[in-house]
């Protein structure tokens, strides 16, 4: 018996070998198939080398098992595959329980149904450019417990079955063009813990059956096209702890039952259409970090327990209807890190609502209804500070030179008052200085060296040009306007500012000339000098501002500053004041208005074909308008009205397809008004108190005004040629009298004889009757 068992258990490990020695040589032949098929199969052409001293199960992103087949198959992200799994033959990896492509790779095509043969799959990452939707062969896999299919090009709708996977803890497919709602059948879903659908086009209302995913941690449905209501069964997933439902359309209230998640840290809600009040009890977890219910319509007061329980860093409500805050809500709030509550209705004492807040570095309350004097306690570590469009008072305390990292203060359109601290302006991490519509009266020189823009507008602040004479490397505004600074602007303006863009002096006593050297600023787009008592001529250097030669798209927006904290910019645009936020990066021009400029206007300044807008009106200026105005392709608005402007309108005018503000209106222009049907498109008063000018749009007839005025240039014509035509007949009948008579007394000797002997008897005779 011995004796046969022996060697029976001998064939039966032999038979098993081979078996496994066959199944590992199917896999490498899998491999090495699949590879072939790729358009570049990148580093996979070195690591996956097949001879017989090699080992497969030694290639790099590859595992097996002790009989040596393939159980872990991993592409690197640094590999840059290119291809597709088409020829992936997924039925020869029975023991395959991961496969990975990381990112970075172009794994391109549709994801084969035949992936539903990996009965062993536990982890499936495919990350690349896969279109297609998402087989529902995917559900066989009863083993899988990570699913990534996020970043793709996936379309269609989330298989109905694939949340009910009885082992799948982790389910990942944001990134994708995902449609239709999210599935409603859940049945097991206990081992479910991280779900991200973020960034789809996912529609519908949240599931009420996401009230069954009680053990879910992570929730992500950021990005979508989500409505409704969120449910109120989202208290029932107790172990919540990160929720993101931002930049959706969802409504209605926040659902109290929010209030019920112990372990939640993390819940985004923002830039939705909720509305109503918020539960006071939201802050009551111990875990919570970061809220965010910015940009929705929520009203009432801020919950009065966001900082109850200890742990609130981040809290952002900003664009709302809030209307109030408590003082106990932020007092002593002693972990924040981030506030921002800008853009509401909120009142309160800021004195009061704010007290020690040693890790606050992101504060902005901007556009409330904060009143009282600013508090002097604020945290050192504070990069930002936006505290404008409010209703605080009082002077700058001490407390805001503490804050060592400032690099971002605005308190524009408040009412403060007093002196603008030495201290601040020499600070040498601000980078932004925001201190328009204030009543400040005083002002040291400014020598922050990082500066990036100032912003001092509409205040009482007097003297001289306030910037000391450095290299400021890093400053592209300067926003003096509307003060009562005086004196010349500086000849080394253009050098000290290299990267400048905007320079706006407006309404302030600057007199003087305007400094040629201002056409070293390359880059500068926005020149507003206007309502001051500047003299002199027009450079003709300005031509030289490469920035404002440069032409703009049409029809884009011109308002597009390449950083954030830009503060709204004030000019004098279609003749009245507008309000320009936010950025400003295509928009460019010229304001020398209101001063005493004279001189002509030079032929070189028509260079500037990327100028928005030109306004050189109520000025001192003369001669004509340069007749190659129509090079300024991309003008929109041009004002050359009260000056002492002649001659005739040029022609190239009706080239400025783009022109919708234009006036010249008094001055001392002649002519007919050119036709073209974007110049006749203007108002009458555009041209009036012009005499000279006829033509539409004017009442007065070119026509009409030939019979009076153009007969009297043609009789002034006539009257010249008959003098000329007199003074040539003259000459030519004296020529002529000339050589007949002494051409006869040279030819004819008896007519000489004849003509001299009766000049002395003539002569003979008055002799005799004078003796």
């Not at 950083?563 to 320009?580: P, Q, R, S």
Request: glycine letters at 6%.
């Amino acid at each position: 018996m011995p004796n046969f068992r022996s060697p029976l258990l001998f064939l039966i490990l032999i038979s098993f070998f081979c078996t496994q020695l066959s199944c590992t040589e199917t896999e490498v032949e899998a491999l090495l198939s699949w590879r072939s098929s790729l358009k570049d199969p990148g580093c996979l052409t070195q690591i996956w080398s097949f001879n017989t001293s090699s080992d497969s199960c030694q290639w790099h992103g590859i595992k097996c098992n002790e009989g040596g087949s393939i159980t872990n198959l991993s592409i690197s992200a640094n590999c840059s595959i290119d291809g597709t799994l088409n020829k992936f033959n997924f039925s020869s990896f029975s023991n395959l329980t991961r496969l990975e492509v990381e990112y970075k790779q172009n794994l391109h095509g549709e994801i084969p149904k035949e992936i539903g043969t990996l009965r062993n799959l536990q982890v499936l990452y495919l990350y690349g450019n896969l279109t297609g939707e998402i087989p529902a062969t995917i559900s066989n896999l009863s083993k899988l417990t990570n699913l990534d299919l996020s970043g793709n090009q996936l379309t269609g709708s989330i298989p109905s079955t694939i949340l009910s996977m009885p082992k799948l803890h982790f389910l990942a497919l944001s990134g994708n063009n995902l449609t239709g709602e999210i599935p409603t059948t859940i049945e097991n879903p206990s081992n479910l813990k991280i779900l991200d659908l973020s960034y789809n086009h996912l529609t519908g209302a949240i599931p009420r059956a996401i009230g069954h995913l009680t053990e879910l941690t992570i929730f992500y449905l950021d990005n979508n096209e989500l409505n409704g209501r969120i449910p109120l069964e989202i208290g029932n997933m107790t172990a919540l702890r990160d929720a993101d439902f931002s930049y959706n359309n969802l409504q209605w209230e926040v659902p109290t039952t929010i209030t019920q998640l112990p372990n939640l840290s993390i819940l985004y809600l923002n830039n939705n259409q909720l509305n109503g009040s918020i539960t006071p009890d939201l802050g009551n977890s111990s875990y919570l970090k970061a809220i965010d219910l910015s940009d929705n319509k929520l009203i009432g007061m801020v919950p009065s327990s966001l900082c109850s329980g200890g742990a609130l860093r981040y809290l952002r409500a900003s664009n709302n209807s809030f209307n109030g805050l408590l003082p106990i809500t932020l007092k002593n709030c002693t972990t924040l890190i981030e506030l921002k509550l800008e853009t509401n209705n909120i009142r309160a004492d800021i004195s009061l609502t704010f007290g020690v807040h040693p890790n606050l570095e992101d504060v902005d309350l901007s556009q409330n209804h904060f009143y009282g004097r600013l508090p002097s306690n604020w945290a050192k570590q504070i990069f930002l500070l936006s505290l404008g469009e409010n209703e605080i008072y009082g002077k700058i305390p001490s407390g805001f030179l503490n804050m060592t990292q400032l690099q971002l203060l605005n308190l524009a359109d408040n009412n403060l008052t007093g002196d603008i601290p030495e201290e601040l302006t020499n600070s040498t991490s601000l980078m932004n200085l925001i201190l328009s519509n204030n009543n400040f009266s005083s002002l040291r020189y400014i020598q922050a060296p990082s500066l990036e823009s100032l912003h001092l507008s509409n205040n009482r602040l007097v003297g001289r040009f306030p910037l000391l004479q450095i290299n400021w490397a890093r400053l592209m505004t300067i926003d003096l306007g509307e003060n009562n600074f005086s004196g010349e602007i500086p000849s080394w303006i253009g050098s000290s500012f290299p990267v400048l863009r905007i320079l706006r002096l407006r309404s302030n006593k600057f007199m003087g000339n305007i400094p040629l050297q201002l056409s070293m600023l390359k880059n500068l787009q926005l020149l507003d000098l206007s309502n001051n008592n500047l003299t002199g001529p027009i450079p003709n250097t300005l031509s030289s501002m490469h920035t404002m030669t440069v032409k703009t798209a049409p029809n884009q927006s011109y308002f597009a500053l390449h950083y954030v904290h830009e503060k709204n910019i004030d000019l004098i645009w279609k003749g009245k004041e507008a309000t320009y936020q936010e950025n400003i990066a295509l928009l460019t021009g010229i304001d020398l208005s209101c001063n005493y400029i004279s001189g002509k206007i030079p032929d070189d300044l028509m260079k500037l074909q990327g100028l928005i807008f030109l306004n050189l009106s109520r000025n001192q200026l003369s001669g004509m308008i340069p007749q190659n105005t129509g090079n300024m392709t991309s003008l929109e608005v041009l004002d050359l009205s009260m000056n002492h402007l002649s001659g005739t309108i040029p022609l190239s005018i009706s080239h400025l397809t783009y022109l919708n503000m234009l006036n010249l209106s008094h001055n001392k222009l002649t002519g007919q008004i050119p036709p073209g049907s974007q110049i006749q498109t203007f108002i009458p008063s555009a041209f009036s108190d012009n005499d000279g000018l006829c033509g539409f749009p004017l009442p007065n007839n070119c026509s009409t005004q030939n019979n009076s005025v153009v007969p009297v240039t043609n009789e002034a014509e006539d009257h010249k040629f008959e003098v000329i035509w007199l003074i040539c007949s003259v000459i030519l009948g004296f020529v002529t009298g000339f050589w007949v008579y002494f051409g006869a007394l040279f030819w004819k000797n008896s007519l000489r004889f004849a003509v001299f002997h009766f000049t002395d008897k003539v002569q003979e005779k008055i002799m005799k009757w004078f003796v």
